[in-house]
Each structure stands twice: as structure tokens, then as C-alpha cells.
């Protein structure tokens, strides 16, 4: 079983719509999440990161946490052309441990 | 104008040289981290560093090597030894929040060709 399963995408969504990106983890030791998105090309830049169960909102942005199911999602409220790029999923044990990267979902938004 | 800066943009390298990537911060972190990504994968953490003049191989550290002489400073040596190493290189700096968190931030990448 992979450390960190995302869905390669593309995930394609009409512009003002909800996206919505998934992510399960096998550690169950992860203590925190953290959310970036890369654009072609580019380097990945942090969005959000999160700590406790539940939901935490920033902006058009919330993450979502399970620690249970093992799951942690990102919803894009109102998707712009400009939201278009791969989100990389990563949980992290704590300390000393190493961050574990996703592949990341590729995020389409349509005009 | 606080930051990672990776140099250079662009490399190209003939097969059995030996190229040495660039990675400097100004940040103050603790913690400099070196990762490939190829098309259609993950991240992958080469070699990582929490303090100066210590580091730790990471899951893909044969055909690299890397020194941290200064904390400001962690570069990237890909040696011959590196049957593949056609990639974009990421650097990352990391510093623990009071809650004994890394958060990492990324420089702006080496995209590296053998020619």
C-alpha cells in the first residue's frame, strides 16, 4: 500500500463550481497535513495546512481531516480558470520524521 | 526579500560530468531538503539536512551528494554515478513551529537535461 494515494486526475470542474481533492494515508502516526499546489513548471507552494480533525477554512479553501478514516480533502469553493494546476497531498509524523509527497491531482477548471 | 533561491534555472549536462546545483536561504531555517520530481510522480527526498555540517540520505541518495558548511547554504552535487538523472530538482527549507512542525517551502526548481 502506497503512504499517500491521491487520484492523478485530471479532475475537471466548470469555473464557479466546488472542487473537491482526496487524499488517504497509510500512517496512522501522521500528525499533520499539509496542501500545495504546483503549476506546470513551477515549484509547489503551500495552501493550507492542518492539524486537528474537522475542517479548517481559509479563504475559498478548506481542508478537510479524518484521522479515523485516514483521509484529508481540499475543497475549492468558486474554481477559477486560475485554480488550474496539480495539488500535492502530505502528511507528516511529527519531530524528526520526513514529510511523505503525493503525486497530486491535477485540477482542470473550464472556463 | 526573504526566500530559497535555486541556481541555475536551466542545466544541461553531458553524460559522466559531474554538476553541482545551487540552493541558498535567507530564511534562517534549521533544515534544507533536496527532492527529484519526474513527469507523472512524487516528490522524492534525496538528501536532507536538520543542522550544519549534518545530513541524512534520503530514498534516492546513490549518484548524489550533497554538504551543509553553512546554514544558509546546502547544494547538490549529481555525480556520473547517476544513471538517470534527468529531472527537476526542488529545494526545500524547513523551520519547527512551536508545535515541533515542519513546514516546508519550496525554492523555484533546477530543471536538469543529460545531454
Known sequence: QKEVEQNSGPLSVPEGAIASLNCTYSDRGSQSFFWYRQYSGKSPELIMSIYSNGDKEDGRFTAQLNKASQYVSLLIRDSQPSDSATYLCAPYLGGYQKVTFGIGTKLQVIP | DGGITQSPKYLFRKEGQNVTLSCEQNLNHDAMYWYRQDPGQGLRLIYYSQIVNDFQKGDIAEG?????????????????????????????SSMKDLLLTDTQYFGPGTRLTVL
Do not use: D, G, M
Not at chain 2, 547544494?75 to 526542488?90: E, M
Open chain 2, 64 to 92: 548524489y551528494s550533497v554538504s551543509r558548511e553553512k546554514k544558509e547554504s546546502f547544494p547538490l552535487t549529481v555525480t556520473s554515478a547517476q544513471k538517470n538523472p534527468t529531472a527537476f530538482y526542488l529545494c526545500a
